[in-house]
């Protein structure tokens, strides 16, 4: 029964893929899984490595980076929060899976995991549901990336973060402002949307010039008009 206490707590427990099996079925998969925490700037998993371990993100950010024949490093995705950490039946990692903050995971190993899978066809179907829109939102990305302005890109990006953000906690009206901390350096934001880390300052501050922004210090960011971040996220 202490199992289930533990879910019924999780903060992620109807956004995971958990959320599709029934009390007794978590029964079973929580007798796999083991919390952990980590830091950040540590890394889960390497790329290369032998895929031996898929997790839960209960908590925290994390970078999915690829490595380029040369050598180069390029983030190509982030983690968050009820999204599912690793790669069920494959024999290595594609990516390199670092903690861009402090984070928790409920971590499963790999192979029994798997076999959780195929006796549940609901959490099977829901990850392949959501594996398949992950490729769509990166294909998409890929497309937009390519024809977009860096107003478009910064605003875009902005407009994601308070999204996510949002998603994890309440305001106390629709249209009040939204403060959220960044995740990534200036210079991380760059190497994402494929923009210098002085453009990236660049349209921050003109951003918050034009009154759609303020920058309250640190990392943080509020958006004081969204509607006007929308048409700059959109502008031809």
């Given at each position: ?15 995971a893929l958990c959320s599709s ?28 490595d032998e895929s031996i371990i ?116 309440c305001r106390a009206t629709p ?62």
């Amino acid at each position: 029964m202490a199992h289930i206490d533990i879910c019924t707590d999780c903060a992620i427990r109807d956004q995971a893929l958990c959320s599709s099996l029934s009390d007794s079925e978590l029964t079973t998969l929580n007798t796999l899984g083991r919390r952990r925490t980590i830091t950040r700037g540590q890394t889960l998993i390497w790329a290369g490595d032998e895929s031996i371990i898929c997790a839960n993100l209960l908590s925290g950010v994390l970078t999915l980076v690829a490595a380029s024949p040369d050598g180069r490093e390029q983030i190509v995705g982030l983690l968050y929060p009820a999204d599912f950490v690793g790669q069920p039946y494959a024999g290595q990692a594609d990516f390199t899976i670092t903690a861009l903050t402090d984070a928790e995971l409920c971590i499963f190993p790999r192979d029994a995991f798997e076999r959780v899978l195929e006796d549940h066809a609901r959490m099977e179907r829901l990850l392949l549901q959501r594996t398949l829109a992950a490729l769509g939102v990166a294909r998409t990305r890929i497309a937009s990336l390519a024809r977009q302005s860096a107003q478009e890109k910064i605003a875009g990006f902005l407009l994601d973060m308070a999204s996510r953000a949002t998603a994890s906690r309440c305001r106390a009206t629709p249209d009040a402002p939204m403060t959220f901390d960044l995740p990534l350096t200036r210079g991380q934001i760059a190497d994402v949307l494929g923009l210098t880390i002085e453009t990236v300052s660049r349209q921050m501050t003109r951003l918050k010039i034009a009154g759609i922004i303020a920058l309250p210090g640190g990392r943080a960011v509020t958006i004081s008009d969204e509607r006007a971040l929308q048409d700059r996220a959109e502008a031809a």
